[in-house]
T-cell receptor
Framework: SQTIHQWPATLVQPVGSPLSLECTVE??????LYWYRQAAGRGLQLLFY??????ISSEVPQNLSASRPQDRQFILSSKKLLLSDSGFYLC???????????FGPGTRLTVL | GQQLNQSPQSMFIQEGEDVSMNCTSS?????WLWYKQDPGEGPVLLIA?????ELTSNGRLTAQFGITRKDSFLNISASIPSDVGIYFC???????????????FGEGTQLTVNP
């Protein structure tokens, strides 16, 4: 069976510091991978998605970037965090032909 | 861009009551999904709808894909305390393998069930 992992689970970072959130998927090959942000427990906003290694599509302009160095690894990064980057970050995966994204447990990021 | 209007924003009900929530859009979607999110966790898929007019049940949950393809509703019958959480609808216009699957989410319905 497939599983999706995210870490860390929670993170508190100062403004201006770098960020690296990691997501890995097990039990499947060539998944579509996604990063979502959720503010105040409502409304998921798609940030990035990837259909393959090295292929990243950005949905909204922002202070964040994403990378996919391996088939089942998806990384969300920032060089300098802003207060507005605080939120709940969710990684998700899906197979390519059907829409059924499965979400990871999320990372709660607080920028102070 | 595409937007989904989900209502109500929140509901406070007594255990045993039935619940209904819906999503509407100004755009046509070819897929509707309903998710539930517990506090501090990722959303979990409840029901997926792929055809206009489709009515699908999952235990006490029933969801329908509107005929116009611009709306969907979710019903929960005989609510229990563990139904508490945020329910999200999500729509997708189409699936193309080269572009990947993408969803537009509603803002969520916060459900509180009083025992």
């Amino acid at each position: 069976s497939q599983t999706i992992h995210q870490w860390p689970a929670t993170l508190v970072q100062p403004v201006g510091s770098p960020l690296s959130l990691e997501c890995t998927v097990e039990g499947t090959s060539n998944p579509n991978l996604y990063w979502y942000r959720q503010a105040a427990g409502r409304g998921l906003q798609l940030l990035f998605y990837s259909v393959g290694i090295g292929q990243i599509s950005s949905e909204v302009p922002q202070n964040l970037s994403a990378s996919r160095p391996q088939d089942r690894q998806f990384i969300l990064s920032s060089k300098k965090l802003l207060l507005s980057d605080s939120g709940f970050y969710l990684c998700a995966w899906s197979v390519s032909l059907r829409v059924r994204p499965f979400f990871g447990p999320g990372t709660r990021l607080t920028v102070l | 861009g595409q937007q989904l209007n989900q209502s109500p924003q929140s509901m406070f009900i007594q255990e045993g009551e039935d619940v209904s929530m819906n999503c509407t859009s100004s755009s046509i979607f070819n897929t509707w999904l309903w998710y539930k999110q517990d506090p501090g966790e990722g959303p979990v898929l409840l029901i997926a709808l792929y055809k206009a007019g489709e009515l699908t049940s999952n235990g006490r949950l029933t969801a329908q894909f509107g005929i116009t393809r611009k709306d969907s509703f979710l019903n929960i019958s005989a609510s229990i305390p563990s139904d508490v959480g945020i329910y999200f609808c999500a729509g997708q216009r189409g699936v193309r393998e080269t572009s990947g699957s993408r969803l537009t989410f509603g803002e969520g319905t916060q459900l509180t069930v009083n025992p």
